[in-house]
């Protein structure tokens, strides 16, 4: 359960956040590695505020979106961004178009696949309609 008393920020704990996005600790901690979570620290403990609880969100996202950890970086840095980063914005309006593009043509590619199985399965079921065993 997060922990606050009145005059702080809510934080959490790596277990929390593990439970919570049903992630385990060592993926945090890779996050955290790659530069894309920097909890607090208490001693030896971690200590995540709610910043770093939304920017989880958002790596899952974008895994969700198949973007690759630097596409990602991209996504939280935008989070970030001020007025001013604008070619920031149209650079990850970019990067968003192209997974668009790779999505659209894996559908058609997969729609092609699924077409040719019915074919086969229409030509299967036919052949054991007519008695056909299949041996030549």
């Known amino acids: 359960m997060p922990s606050a008393s009145p005059s702080e920020q809510v934080t959490y704990s790596i277990s929390e956040l ?3 996005f049903a992630l385990t600790t060592r993926a945090i901690r890779f996050y955290e590695g790659e ?23 958002l790596i899952l996202r ?8 630097s596409e990602i970086r991209g996504l939280l840095d935008l989070y970030q961004a001020t007025k001013g980063e604008r070619a920031q914005l149209v650079k990850f ?8 593009a790779m999505l659209n043509q894996q559908k058609e590619d997969i729609a092609i696949v699924l077409t040719e199985i019915d074919a ?11 008695g056909t065993n299949g041996s030549a």
């Open 18 to 20: 593990a439970k919570e």
């Open 35 to 57: 530069g894309l979570l920097s909890p607090q620290r208490a001693g030896q403990r971690r200590v995540y505020a709610e910043r770093e609880r939304v920017r989880i969100k």
């Open 62 to 69: 974008g895994k969700r979106l198949g973007l690759s950890l």
């Open 93 to 100: 309006l970019q990067v968003l178009a192209e997974r668009r």
């Open 120 to 130: 086969l399965e229409r030509q299967c079921r036919k052949r054991l309609r007519a």
